[in-house]
């Protein structure tokens, strides 16, 4: 698989929100299009808008040590972000059926090490 493609189906956030069904598919020119990776994101608002702050936590699992950086601020109005909700629920419902739950929660994925023992 090659890395440059995704792993799960594109969806595209009109579909998803139930409009688009008998439009033309939307072209997309993604060739200056910037990547980055983020495992913390922080989601604010204004009355008018949405705000995603995308950054990276190097510590995921406690507090971090100094601030998180944040790489991306992605601002959207409300209907996009209501369309890019539905869209991202319809992608995690299908990686969930073929993969099994996601637990957000990282206490509850951390494991004991083997043959450590915990005294309480």
């Known amino acids: ?18 409009q688009g069904q008998d ?7 993604d060739a200056q299009a910037i990547s980055c ?6 989601v604010t608002g204004t009355p008018e808008e949405v ?12 507090v971090p040590a100094g601030p998180v950086a944040v ?5 959207l109005n409300y209907y996009t972000a209501k369309r890019m909700l539905a ?3 319809m992608t995690i419902q299908r990686h969930e059926q ?9 206490r509850k994925r951390v494991q004991s090490q083997p043959g450590s023992s915990s005294s309480s």
Not at 23 to 29: A, G, H, N, S
């Open 71 to 75: 790489k991306q601020r992605v601002i």
């Open 51 to 62: 705000i995603l702050d995308l950054g990276l936590n190097a510590s995921p699992a406690g």
């Open 1 to 18: 698989m090659s890395a440059d493609k995704p792993s799960t189906p594109n969806v595209s956030a009109q579909a998803a929100g139930g």
């Open 98 to 106: 073929a993969f099994g739950i996601l637990e957000t929660d990282i």
């Open 87 to 89: 869209a991202l629920h």
């Open 37 to 42: 990776y983020a495992n913390f994101c922080r």
């Open 23 to 29: 439009r033309p598919q939307l072209e997309l020119d």
